[in-house]
């Protein structure tokens, strides 16, 4: 049984110092049991809708394959054309959740049968259809289309909430692009996508306490009354003009009022596989922490003070301290403030420094998922206190997309 008490906290942690003990940092780790316990949570928590596992949060196929094994999961929701390209090797649903203006992947997918089968684009306006439309030339079969809906909660038509990610915002926008891809035999709309990321990307209690958890609630509930109800009116008037194979909609953060939306038929999740920090602060759910890495002290420059090799991985979005690796074990150390998370090398202070010798690891987690992986070449995939596979990331198999 997996949890996150303090008491099991510092056994996971010793697990991860024995497994590794002879791996000098930095060490990617992957407690199996952790990352398995993850993906039972987020089935149960989509309750019969299946699961689309966004693969910018895992960057790592031995855990793609993994995830797609289990029931309750089907397809990959994609980064970009290259890597979708990539993963349809041996993956056959993959749907890319962000418009591609790689001209050069477009036209080799346009070569590709196969390809063309397994793999949906996601375009957003008549503008970027167009230039699909030239790189494609004269495809071998249809290419697959689906059209990302801006789902963002727009207050007074200017207090933008949420992503500003596609023009398609109301019926009328979605049935007029749906009109140009239906009308062309290049191309075969399948499917909508609308990601609330107000609702499942911000979280419940922020650091700081701002805004206060008060206002997010009140947001959230706004949000997730009008996306259902404009998300639905717009699948209806779609759905009028064409079939459609799936709607997607939603993330980790947001499962249960996404499935509750009856016009949504698949989530995508991936974030909440391996547990990063930023889902501490959410109320509805707890991931179990399991991905981490170690860093090793190559420093102790002064009593309560180590130094570890490396260690400045920040998070993208919005720059704060919830975006910095957190030191999770040994307990008691935090960054130095005057320097904080560095390029080359990062102190650390705290009771525990001087328990710490030359060659010992830090453990930390880091505050997004996938990210990470753009640092480590593999990942140890890790049961009790043993490494059972070296997995390699995107970065390990030469694959660098974004």
């Known amino acids: 049984m997996v949890t996150t008490s303090h008491h099991l906290s510092a056994q996971q942690h010793e697990r991860l110092d024995r497994a590794t003990a002879a791996l000098d940092g930095p060490v990617g780790a992957v407690d199996l049991a952790a990352f398995d316990a993850n993906a039972d949570d987020l089935v149960r928590r989509a309750a ?27 397809g990959i929701l994609a980064f970009t054309l290259s890597e979708a390209l990539w993963l349809a090797e041996t993956h056959y649903d993959i749907v890319i959740g962000y418009p591609t203006a790689d001209r050069a992947a477009l036209a080799a997918l346009a070569k590709d049968e ?5 793999i949906t684009l996601m375009v957003d306006s008549a503008e970027g259809l167009s230039l699909v439309k030239a790189a494609i030339g004269t495809p071998a079969a249809p290419v697959r289309v689906a059209i990302d809906l801006d789902a963002a909660l727009v207050i007074a038509r200017r207090i933008w909430l949420g992503a500003r990610r596609s023009p398609v915002r109301t019926p009328e926008d979605a049935v007029a692009l749906a009109r140009i891809v239906a009308e062309d035999p290049d191309f075969q709309l399948v499917g909508l996508m609308a990601y609330e990321g107000q609702v499942a990307g ?8 701002n805004p206060p958890a ?13 996306i259902t109800e404009r998300r639905g009116k717009i699948v209806a008037a779609v759905r009028s003009l064409t079939d459609l194979e799936f709607v997607n909609g939603g993330g980790t953060g947001s499962i249960e009022s996404t499935r509750a939306d009856s016009s949504v038929t698949e989530i995508a999740a991936g974030s909440g596989l391996y547990g990063p920090t930023l889902f501490d602060r959410y109320d509805g759910f707890t991931p179990h922490p399991a991905a981490y890495f170690g860093l090793s002290v190559v420093r102790r420059p002064a009593p309560g003070i180590v130094t570890v090799a490396g260690g400045g991985w920040i998070a993208s979005g919005p720059p704060g301290l919830d975006r910095v690796p957190s030191p999770t074990y040994p307990f008691g150390l935090e960054y130095v403030g005057t320097e904080g ?8 202070r705290g009771h525990a420094a ?40 995107y970065r390990g198999e030469g694959q660098t997309f974004l």
């Open 48 to 74: 019969g809708t299946p699961i689309r596992v966004a693969s910018k949060s895992v960057r790592c196929r031995a855990l793609i394959d993994r995830v797609l094994a289990r029931e309750g999961y089907e």
């Open 114 to 118: 196969e390809k063309l089968a397994r």
């Open 202 to 209: 911000t979280v419940d209690r922020p650091l700081g306490g």
């Open 214 to 226: 008060a206002v997010i609630r009140r947001m959230k509930k706004a949000s997730i009354a009008e």
């Open 341 to 348: 998370a560095g390029e080359v090398q990062t102190p650390l």
């Open 354 to 393: 001087d328990e710490l010798a030359i060659g010992d690891k830090v453990w930390f987690r880091h505050a997004k998922a996938g990210e990470v992986c753009e640092r480590l070449d593999v990942l140890h995939l890790i049961e009790g206190d043993a490494i059972i596979t070296v997995a390699p990331t």
